[in-house]
């Protein structure tokens, strides 16, 4: 049974023939005799008018194969019968294109071997146009062919043209035929050898024979045994006189409904087996054991094969080999578009990684900007912890010098008291000498009067100096208080300076007791104060005034009568002791 894909691809190669530019168009009048001579070989009636009008919108110039091919399966194809002979087919478009793409006379092939090559390339190539082989069937062809041969198959030998081919893993017909033709994988092989092995594998592919071989068939009218040269078919087995093939002597038409026994040995026969079909049986004969199991086998895989309502087995495996690598092409057109996927990521990843380093280093150049800032601020507070350590040492060195200020108004404070207690040494004496001396009372008095308004004087001129002096300490607490406030702040923000600041701080401890040593000798001289107070006071309860009896309302003395009555000594008392009690509370 004829393929029209198989048909078009022999048509192919005839209209490429006539494509002198190749530009895809071929004449008018060739179209017409290419079409004349293939309606001639498939037996049916050519049509001219037909071509005529088919192609009557286009008359002038050639016509393109996009024309031709509608014409071709509508007026041809769709007309053919069952009944034409194929290889005249091939053989004809064969005869129109091999002399113009043969052109080596090396060829160790002859022209009948080349068309048979032809032939298996269009039926192993791909249905696309323009036609090629691909490096799978190229394999396959070559490993029957060497099969068919004899010889063993060389991998490293494929291997190594699959490299010289390098990117082009295809091959056009006329590039197989020469393959082939150049011996280079029938290599100590003669030309004979390698014609058989064509031969097979052509007889096998393009013929579909499955199986071929002499046996013993019974006659139906005589019963006599005779022996025939049996072809098996996908759909028949045939037999003819002799192995050459050319007088037939019959058919036997596998179908759905045929089966085929093996049966015991009768009649001096061995190794016979039936082929029962709806209207007749076959009795048949093998040589052997191993061929009579041979023969059942692939009789009843081309019945399985027809039940199943599939075509030869050698264009069911050219269709799984198709679908094989059409699935290892979307595989791999699936893993391309993963990878362009992957690589689309990567880069992606990339960028980012690009972004982020970038990023990174502008980090780092701000961080060593920032470093550099630092160092800059870092060594700015450096300079203004220097000038802050010479300002407090500028301001501990007037600390000191107030200090000193200070001890010298101590030492100052300290001599007025010391005066002040020769003072009261002296009136002292000089209420002894009033004692003593009752005569110079008045003279007494007056100096009393006189030595009561000195110490008044004295007494708010001291309890001023004790102010100022109770000012000063206030003063100079609050200043060591400030000092010391300003001390921790700059303790915390001087840890580079921490032994210069330990320095000074030993420093301050030194202040600190100078000061503490001034406070405690203040504090033994108000003590010294405070005690000669209680001292004057103690004395001042002896001094008494000495007047005469109650004479009147004026005081007498010896000298005469009193500068002040004795209401206005009471009053100048009672004013004395107030005066004396406020100065207590205050200190």
């Not at 052109?103 to 068309?115: E, G, K, W």
Request: with cysteine; net charge neutral; charged share 35%.
């Amino acid at each position: 049974m004829w393929h029209r894909e198989e048909l078009l691809k022999s048509v192919w190669h005839a209209f490429t023939a006539l494509d002198l530019d190749h530009r895809g168009k071929v004449s008018k009048s060739q179209l017409k005799v290419l079409s004349h001579n293939l309606c001639t070989v498939m037996k049916i009636p050519h049509d001219p008018v037909a071509l005529e009008e088919h192609f009557k919108d286009d008359d002038k110039g050639p016509l393109s194969n996009q024309g031709y091919m509608p014409y071709l399966n509508r007026f041809i194809l769709d007309k053919v019968q069952e009944d034409f002979d194929v290889l005249e087919f091939y053989r004809m478009c064969w005869t129109l294109c091999f002399k113009k793409n043969i052109h080596s006379q090396h060829l160790l092939i002859s022209d009948r071997d080349a068309f048979k090559v032809w032939c298996i390339f269009n039926f192993l190539s791909e249905d696309k146009y323009p036609l090629v082989i691909v490096i799978e069937e190229i394999e396959y062809f070559l490993r029957k062919m060497t099969e068919a041969m004899g010889s063993g198959w060389s991998e490293e030998r494929f291997a190594h043209y699959k490299l010289q081919l390098n990117t082009k893993s295809c091959l056009t017909a006329w590039e197989l035929i020469e393959l082939v033709g150049l011996g280079h994988f029938s290599k100590g092989l003669d030309r004979q050898t390698l014609s058989m092995g064509i031969t097979e594998v052509f007889t096998e592919l393009i013929l579909d024979v499955l199986k071929q071989g002499y046996m013993m068939k019974k006659g139906h009218i005589r019963k006599n045994w005779t022996e025939r040269w049996f072809v098996l078919r996908p759909t028949s087995l045939s037999y003819y006189v002799s192995e050459d093939a050319e007088e037939k002597r019959g058919d036997i038409i596998l179908d759905q409904s045929c089966c085929v026994e093996s049966l015991p040995d009768k009649d001096g026969k061995k190794c016979l087996f039936i082929i029962k079909c709806t209207d007749k049986s076959f009795e048949i004969s093998a040589s052997d054991k191993k061929k009579k199991q041979e023969w059942i086998q692939a009789i009843q895989s081309c019945i399985l094969q027809l039940r199943l309502g599939l075509s030869s087995p050698h264009r069911e495996a050219r269709l799984r080999r198709r679908g094989l690598r059409q699935r290892q092409q979307m595989e791999e057109e699936d893993l391309a578009e993963r990878m362009k996927r992957l690589q689309a990521a990567s880069d992606t990843k990339q960028r980012e990684l690009e972004a982020m380093k970038m990023k990174m280093e502008e980090a780092a150049a701000k961080a060593t900007l920032e470093e550099l800032r630092r160092k800059k601020t870092q060594l700015d507070l450096q300079d203004r912890y220097r000038l802050d350590l010479e300002r407090e040492k500028m301001v501990r060195q007037q600390m000191e010098e107030q200090m000193a200020q200070k001890s010298n108004e101590l030492e100052q404070y300290l001599q007025r008291v010391r005066q002040l207690e020769d003072m009261y040494h002296r009136l002292e004496e000089a209420l002894e000498d009033e004692k003593q001396a009752k005569q110079d009372e008045e003279a007494m008095r007056k100096l009393q009067a006189r030595l009561l308004e000195e110490e008044a004087a004295k007494r708010a001129e001291l309890e001023q100096i004790q102010l100022q002096q109770q000012r000063a300490l206030c003063q100079t607490e609050a200043e060591k208080q400030e000092l010391m406030a300003e001390q921790l702040a700059k303790e915390r923000d001087l840890q580079a300076a921490t032994l210069q600041l330990e320095r000074l701080e030993k420093e301050r401890q030194g202040a600190l007791e100078q000061y503490e040593e001034v406070s405690r000798k203040l504090k033994r001289a108000a003590t010294k104060t405070k005690t000669w107070k209680d001292k004057v006071a103690k004395h001042e309860g002896l001094v008494r005034l000495i007047q005469p009896g109650d004479k009147g309302i004026q005081c007498m003395t010896n000298w005469g009568p009193a500068a002040f009555t004795g209401t206005e000594l009471e009053q100048r008392k009672k004013l004395w002791q107030d005066s004396k009690n406020q100065g207590a509370q205050a200190q």
